[in-house]
């Protein structure tokens, strides 16, 4: 069993910086990849990326290469997803999941996190 919290959302104009944080409990957690999704409001969730367990591997979709950046620190069961210049249409409820590799298909994650709200004004 695992459980994620996510932290970090909030409202921030276009072109700012967030960092969210997803913890992890459970004693697999460190083993494991992590993804991050985000769904808008009538919209499907889509995935953002993912890191490999071991943080040597990262994977990003195209619309937020360059931009977004995701790590993670082991000795603290927690990944990071660092969002910078931030556009209107990345405002979200940004979720991480676990237990489906770094697949970027939400039906394969068997752990959620209840999520939190990225809002990015113009």
């Known amino acids: 069993q695992v459980n994620l919290v996510e932290s970090g959302g909030g409202l921030v104009q276009a072109g700012g910086s967030l960092r969210l944080s997803c913890a992890g409990s459970?004693?697999?957690?460190?083993?494991?990849?992590v993804a991050w999704f985000r769904q808008a409001p009538g919209k499907e969730r889509e995935f953002v990326g993912a890191?490999?367990?071991?943080?040597?591997?990262?994977y990003y979709v195209d619309s937020v290469k360059g931009r977004f950046t995701i790590s993670r620190d082991s000795a603290k069961n927690t990944v990071y997803l660092q969002m910078n210049n931030l556009k209107p249409e990345d405002t979200a409820v940004y979720y991480c999941?676990?237990?489906?590799?770094?697949?970027?298909?939400?039906?394969?994650?068997?752990?959620w996190g209840q999520g939190t709200q990225v809002t990015v004004s113009s």
């Open positions: 999941a676990q237990g489906g590799g770094t697949t970027g298909v939400a039906r394969n994650y068997d752990y």
């Open positions: 459970g004693r697999t957690f460190s083993r494991y990849a």
């Open positions: 890191i490999s367990w071991s943080g040597s591997n990262a």
